[in-house]
């Protein structure tokens, strides 16, 4: 296929252009409440040509089909040659790579049998039945999905890559007569199938939290100090301000640029916000992106100043900064946008006991449930929470919505937990070409003031 | 190799699903001409029935039909026991869905209309920002079954996508809407005036205060109501029981004003078809007839499972296995004129379009909706856009009363046609 590759490449009439060929096998198992919804594999094979020309646009041919990947080239010049930038796109200087990569996993799912597989999901599906009658119905999904992706381009780059991933999901839904509660659990990383073995725990946490939330009262709204847990507070960064970074999106919306000048102050001195694509075992790690830069860490907020943006090569170029390794593909069917890899909040020095001692009343937020922003404004439905009186963690309650303006809720983050982790469930990030693996890393924090809506 | 053939001698039931498509998408973004796309799609999924047990498995390599064999029969050795038995050749309704000219649209003309859009919309409001997406192509898919179905589908599928930014200090206004039809269609621009006309409508500004009041749905701001019951409906959500409307066969629900029907085999629209992705013929399904709940949406496994008969409502992508489906959705329209509603309103909210649509416990009913777009209603008249309003209720106890439902509806994202739809008491929430 290089030859082939490299042939389409050299008869491009285009400034510039990319080949970024996929094959990828996936099995799923999974079940809804009593039944098993489905045991199958398939097969996912295709490729995407993306030509750029400077005094036209950037021109895209998707496909299934690769035998003719000559005839892809030329359409995808004049794909290009249609499109009319106003000024001519450039593309930041990356190095010229040549690399093959591949991944050696401990007990390599694709060497697992699928009665093995659809067994997992069984028992664990079986778990969160069983827990209680309370429980009126399930998910509980398998997935594991193992791409080649090769990419080319016409500068003389070279990478084959090897993307593994496994997610074990499960949801309980219980109710109470009209009152209905869902909680969920999942695990997901680029490893092997003992990743997701024996964790029973996950499904029985899903069932138990589900049952529990039917006692829970809802919050009552107000102003609280409110602490988030980990997997919340890398959401929250991830969410409300990774995407303001992203230079796709500041580029372009004059607002944004003024939102998101270099050297203005997010937060108060302990706070420092990264986006790292390098990190071995996480699942927004590639040592490439698809446009095929090395991944590193950037910087965004450091000490609380606004310190760096997510590029791809075109914003770089754009902005006259250096390209970061964010320009991610959700597969062959998209071109790379700019898009966070494993963003998170840097650890801290204070402990949670300590984090929660002075606190007469607040609210202790966990886990995401669903949220939205709107440029500086954001709301957040937290999974579960808790109060917090007297300095220690009371009742569960439900409900928490979290909602207010991100400028002033950065600067009210007052504390920073010295238990930071990177969450091992499986997060995804939506932004315009659906699912993409991301990481979302972060300790305890503590916001001070945060408009609570209860029901 | 014919796979049919093939797997007939390895499992009792056998279907073969093959599709092919092409599409050509042309893009403004803030105004200009962006990028260009061509998307070509192959691929085959196949359901196999052996022992009783059936199995999926999808491939778009069609290099690799072996393995997709192997696939298929290993997925059935651990599929799901089910009865369920694949159709034989139906007779079906006529349902044009596809036409030459979509397919001959050249790349140029796509453009042009295109800039007419972005004209349109600037001229009404210079500061705006325009994204249009322009899409046409053409997609071919068969479905042959052991039993001896045999259907094939071409389908000439256009799209217009339209959205509008406008931000005026911290006012910021969002608008999308969107046009779909598979035989071409004169009248592109309809869609563009009307979003033209709420544009100029925005511009002025009105009060509102908290309270129960009664609320207009536009046919966008509708779908809130929509939503809910499109779930609601779904055979699956029946049969697994978190359907409010589960066991309610019979009943009146709703207001009688309410008549809900599900259509495929209205020309031109985006999900009609002359049969449905299991090869089951499509017909007019009606939902519910004033306010009287007669049926539910079925494919055929949720069929098998509930004990009745599909509905013609499977739907599935290349990578999954069917599920039902709504196709084209529609709640009829009624007696009255909108602007006779209108008239009638003493004091009052019409919603045009709503933030975190489906977010929450959507299947229970239940909505709580930020406002995007809505205006204040005053004696009589439409007096001026409101900001930072929600709305919240349960459809499953607001649309008990329906004060009026208008004469006039609209296609929505493609496959939902709804009328204005009036409730006279919804609890509506002003930020002060």
Known sequence: ?455 | MDLLSELQRQADQVEVVEIESESTEVGFEANRLKSSQVEGTKGVAVRVVVDGKLGFAASSDMSALDRLVTNALESAAYGDEIPIVFPGHQEAPQVRTYDQAIVDLPIAQLVEIGREITDHILQIEPDAQVNVALERGVQRASIRNQAGADVSFERSPLSIFLEVQRVKGDDVLMMFDMHGTTVWDEDYMGFVRQIGEKLERAKRSATLKSGHMPVLFAPEGALVLGLPLMLGINGKNVYTGVSPMRDKIGATLFDGKLTLVDDATIDAKFASAAYDDEGVAHRRNVLVEQGVLHSFLYDLKTAVQSGVESTGNASRGLFNPPSPSPTNLIFQSGETPLAEIIAGIDEGLLVEDVLGLGQGNVISGAFSNSLSLAFKIEKGEIVGRVKDVSIAGNIYELLREIAAVSRESKWVYNSFRLPYVLLPDVNVVAKK
């Open chain 1, 1 to 455: 296929m290089r030859e082939q590759i490299h042939a389409a490449l050299a008869r491009s009439k285009a400034d510039y252009t990319e080949i970024r060929l996929e094959e990828r096998e996936s099995t799923t198992v999974a079940y809804r409440g009593q039944d098993l919804e489905t045991a199958q594999a398939v097969i996912d094979a295709g490729g995407i040509v993306r030509a750029m020309c400077h005094d036209g646009g950037w021109g895209v041919v998707t496909f299934n089909d690769r035998s003719d990947l000559l005839e892809k080239v030329d359409q995808a010049y004049e794909c290009a040659r249609v499109a009319q930038s106003e000024q001519p796109i450039e593309l930041a200087q990356i190095l010229i790579s040549e690399d093959r990569l591949s991944v050696n996993l401990e007990d390599d799912f694709r060497g697992v049998s699928l009665a093995d597989k659809k067994a997992l999901a069984e028992r664990y599906n079986q778990i969160l039945l069983t827990h209680s009658d309370k429980i009126v119905d399930t998910h509980c999904t398998y997935n594991d999905t193992f791409s080649h992706v090769t990419f080319a381009n016409s500068e003389g780059t070279y990478i084959e890559d090897e993307r593994p991933m496994v997610t074990i999901y499960t949801v309980a839904i219980a109710r109470d007569g009209d009152n209905v509660q869902t909680a969920t659990e999942s695990r997901s990383g680029q490893e092997g199938f003992g990743f997701v073995q024996e964790r029973e725990t996950l499904a029985e946490a899903a069932a138990q939290r589900a049952v529990a939330l039917l006692a829970a009262d809802s919050v009552v709204g107000g102003q609280y100090p409110v602490v988030l847990n980990p997997r919340l507070a890398g959401v929250f960064i991830h969410e409300a301000f990774g995407h303001l970074s992203e230079s796709d999106f500041v580029y372009e919306n004059p607002r944004a640029q003024e939102m998101m000048v270099l050297g203005r102050r997010f937060g108060q001195d302990i706070l420092t916000v990264y986006d790292d694509g390098s990190l071995p075992g996480l699942r927004g790690t590639h040592k490439y992106d698809d446009e095929g830069t090395p991944t590193g860490r950037a910087d965004l907020i450091k000490d609380g100043i606004l310190v760096g943006r997510l590029h791809s090569r075109e914003t770089a170029a754009k902005m006259g900064e250096s390209p970061t390794g964010n320009a991610r593909a959700t597969g062959y069917r998209y071109p790379p946008i700019v898009r966070m890899t494993n963003t998170a909040i840097e650890g801290g020095d204070i402990s949670f006991e300590n984090m929660i001692r002075d606190i007469e009343l607040g609210v202790y937020a966990c886990d995401m449930y669903g949220g939205q922003t709107a440029l500086e404004n954001f709301s957040f439905s937290s999974a579960y929470a808790y109060m917090i009186r007297d300095g220690a963690v009371a009742e569960l309650v439900k409900d928490v919505i979290l909602s207010g303006n991100l400028f002033t809720t950065l600067m009210n983050i007052d504390a920073i937990g010295d238990d930071f982790s990177w969450s091992k469930s499986g997060g995804s990030c939506g932004k315009g070409q659906g699912g993409l693996p991301v990481t979302f890393g972060a300790p305890h924090i503590r916001i001070q003031d945060v408009v609570i809506g209860g029901k």
